[in-house]
C-alpha cells in the first residue's frame, strides 16, 4: 500500500522547530449572542511549535493558550469568561493543542488533534491555509504564514452556562467558531 501523495510531497519548510512569531499571530473567537449577532474576542497570550521533519506524516503541531489573557473588549464579561462559569482558571488555566495527523498539499491542508479545555479532551480539525515562506526585511530570518479556522461546541468542554431569553432562545450559541492567523520562525 502506498501513502497518500501528501505524505510524499516535499515540504516548502525546513525540517526542525519552528517557533511562533507571536507579535504576527492572533488566536480569535467569535459566538452568537442573543441570536442577533456575534461577540469576537482573543487571546492575548500563547504559545505554539511546529515541528518539521522530513515529510508531512513526520510535522507535529502543539500550542498553549493562557486563559486568564482572554480579552473582549469589556472587562466584567472577561472577568465571568475566567470563572467557574466558563473556564474556571483556578483548576484549568490553560487551553492545550496537539495535534495528531495533517493532510493535504499546496495552499490547503486539515490538522487534526486534540483540544484540551476545563479539563476535557476532544478531537477537532482546523482548515489550514498555507500563506508560503518568506524573509523578513528586518531580521533577515525566515518566517512561514498560515491561517486555521475551525469550530468546537462549548459544551462539549463542560462550559454550559447560559441565559434564557424565553420562548426558548438562549443569551449564547453552543457553537463557536475559532480563527488563528500564525507566523513561525525557521530554525
Known sequence: MTAPSSELAPLPLVPGTWTLDTAHSSVTF????????????????????????????????DASIDLASINTNQADRDAHLRSTDFFDLAAHPAMTFVSSSIAGSGEEYELTGDLSINGVTKTVTFAVEFYGVDTHPADGRVRSGFSATGEIKRSDYGINFNMPLGAGKLALADKVKIELDLQFIAP
Open 30 to 61: 467569535q459566538i452568537r449572542h442573543l441570536g442577533v449577532t456575534n461577540v469576537r474576542g482573543r487571546f492575548d497570550t500563547f504559545s505554539a511549535n511546529l515541528a518539521v521533519g522530513d515529510s508531512l506524516a513526520a510535522v507535529a503541531v
